[in-house]
């Protein structure tokens, strides 16, 4: 076996020189690093031609896991294949993750453009001989051509000796939690109030299991940066970071930012999987933390992969952090108004309002019933879980295009002021900022959830700039964008505040889809 792996690597990053395989034959191929586990057993729920081994042995017949030094990526692309198949604009082919999901894509792809050719036989490795031969000649074969079989019988090889790995059996979700033999490490104490807090942001944390986490991913270490990507102490990607960052200034380097912003994460994760598959939502928060959230819905619960997961290792954890008295557990209580004492608590605009806060809200946006404003007054847009208002950032400054809105305490300056002025389209207006006289929008002209809000330069015509005003009753309103359909919101289902403290200062607003129970952070109040 030696030597016929000699004989192949030599063939991968040479001539190709490839012998005569079985098809029940394995072939050795390198180990999986540890840290591109997650990439491919998430690129393996693609589609149901893939498995992670088959994924694993795509890899190894590319470039070794990267020891081609050819400097493409994991999944080896060129210019162009990249350009097609990455997963997002932004995605670099250096990236990891992203390579294998690009890989994984495209595989999926020809699979089904093959299946719907009627080609014969097994589809993947069909698709695999278009590495070699082209989808043309596969087409053209109904299956695999002669001069893509050596190839297609080498990766098939590396397959079965992949699915023979520890590291891709198929064992329970979860392990049974034992005792640890490693030695109690104790949380910093600079680092205690930043945990109180973020364990206090939702009745599901709790102090100890924040500090159970953070022992889990950095063991603390606020510098630790990861070959995947991952930074700082509660060890966020990109992308995580950009849809938890608690605002402008924050830093996932700052442990003080990164554990409030955890606090969140886990916070949103946990109440969206609430109900899926009949798990503990806690435990599929902390999968999607590691995972991803859109593996742990594709694998309806935590991935199928003898690999450790983050839920047994902060299980393993939580005890030692309960009996440290200096981690309170107190819970999130609701918030109180921030606006000052000499201002009334309330001049919402002339409306129909009803006696009493809605109990839920229809599926569908209901028919807007005509919220009357003055186009001469100027409004704050108060929160009405939060009490804070939306403004610019910073004391009354020049901010540009595309600066995000967020929330602050209500200190009573221009830029936390708002005119509405009715839009061309019926029963829709233009929010502008009295400052700045910029209009809100979403950024991006985004349709997604968890998109951010933004000001920009007034265009009446815009649709992402005009905003439904819907009477929520009690002189409440949700405000929905014409756009996206979705909600102005705050991250969550009514979370406590996302700062050290207690506060929403610096946190950004958001879009959301309706949903089918109150959320009181889905409703404003617009005060004169």
């Known amino acids: 076996m030696a030597l016929a792996l000699t004989i192949v690597v030599c063939g991968v990053l040479a001539l190709e020189v490839i012998p005569a395989i079985a098809d029940d034959e394995k072939l050795e191929g390198k180990p999986v690093p540890t840290e591109d586990v997650p990439a491919l057993v998430a690129a393996a729920l693609s589609c149901p031609a893939l498995t992670p081994p088959k994924v694993a042995a795509q890899v190894m017949a590319a470039t070794a896991f ?20 990455r997963p997002s604009s932004g995605a670099a082919r250096t990236d990891r993750q992203a390579s294998v999901l690009a890989m994984a894509h495209r595989t999926c792809e020809i699979v089904g453009q093959l ?57 329970a979700t979860t392990a049974e939690v034992a005792a640890s033999p490693e030695q109690p490490m104790e ?60 605002g402008a200034k924050a830093s996932r380097w700052d442990p003080k930012d990164a554990i409030l912003a955890m606090g969140t994460a886990m916070c949103d994760m946990s109440q ?84 009493a806060a809605p109990t839920t809200t229809a599926a569908t946006p209901p028919k807007p019933t005509g919220v009357a404003f003055d186009p001469n007054a100027r409004y704050q847009i108060r929160n009405a879980w939060a009490g804070a208002v939306v403004e610019l950032p910073g004391k009354e400054l020049n901010n ?27 029963g829709y207006v233009l929010i502008i900022n009295a400052f700045s006289k910029q209009a809100l929008a979403v950024e991006n002209a985004s349709k997604d959830n968890y998109a951010k809000l933004v000001v920009t330069t007034k265009k009446e015509s815009d ?60 409703y404003w109040l617009l005060v004169k």
């Open 66 to 85: 990267g020891s081609d030094g050819a400097n493409t990526g994991l999944a080896g692309m060129n210019d162009a294949t990249w350009s097609k198949w």
């Open 115 to 171: 299946r719907a050719a009627k080609v014969d036989g097994d589809l993947w490795a069909a698709a695999v001989a278009t590495d070699k031969a082209g989808l043309d000649a596969v087409l053209k074969a109904k299956g695999i051509p002669k001069s893509a079989e050596a190839y297609v019988d080498k990766v098939t090889a590396y397959a079965n000796w992949y699915a023979d790995q520890p590291v891709f059996s198929v064992k």
């Open 187 to 246: 949380a910093p104490d600079e680092l205690v109030p930043s945990i109180n807090a973020a364990g206090r942001i939702c009745p599901t944390l709790t102090p100890a299991r924040i500090a159970a986490q953070l022992r889990a991913v950095s063991g603390f270490n606020a510098s630790l940066r990861s070959s995947t990507g991952r930074a700082g102490i509660a060890q966020f990607t990109d992308d995580m970071w950009e849809r938890y960052q608690p």
């Open 272 to 355: 969206q999987f609430a109900g899926l598959s009949g798990a503990d939502p806690y435990t599929l928060a902390l999968g999607a933390y590691q995972w991803g959230a859109d593996v742990i819905r594709q694998a309806d619960g935590l991935p199928r992969a003898n690999v450790p997961q983050l839920a047994d290792q902060v299980s393993r954890y939580v005890p030692q952090y309960e009996k440290d008295t200096r981690l309170t557990a107190a819970k999130p209580k609701p918030p109180v108004s921030s606006a000052p004492a000499s201002k009334p608590a309330s001049t919402p605009p002339t409306s129909t309002p009803t006696t």
């Open 400 to 426: 540009p295009d595309g600066t995000r809105v967020q929330l602050y305490n209500n200190l009573l300056q221009d830029d936390q002021y708002w005119r509405f002025q009715k839009a061309p389209a019926d």
């Open 463 to 522: 649709k992402n700039q005009q905003w439904k005003l819907i009477d929520g009753g009690d002189g409440k309103v949700q405000i929905e964008n014409h756009n996206s359909g979705k909600l102005m919101e705050l991250l969550g289902d009514d979370l406590g505040p996302p700062q050290a403290d207690g506060t929403w200062n610096e946190y950004w607003v958001e879009q959301w889809d309706r949903v089918s129970t109150v959320n009181k952070d889905q």
